[in-house]
């Protein structure tokens, strides 16, 4: 239990930066990304972003990758 909190801990650190760099608007074409889907009508406008994803998901995936291999050891 006490490496599950651990690990829970350092994943709600992460996640708070990430969130703090994302509402700074700091991370240059961040969320505009080539492959994102964007289709603008005459009154609304709709926003996917695909390739945005797909990034995050990566780069979670590789950190969670991490902090498994580490807390193994």
């Given at each position: 239990m006490h490496q599950l909190g651990k690990m829970l801990v350092i994943l709600g650190v992460v996640i708070g930066g990430a969130g703090l760099l994302l509402m700074s608007g700091k991370i240059p074409g961040f969320g505009r990304l080539p492959g994102d889907i964007v289709h603008r009508g005459r009154n609304t406008t709709f926003y996917f972003p695909v390739v945005t994803c797909l990034?995050?998901?990566?780069?979670?995936?590789?950190?969670?990758?991490?902090?498994?291999v580490f807390m193994r050891r």
């Open positions: 990034i995050l998901s990566a780069a979670l995936t590789l950190v969670l990758w991490l902090a498994r």
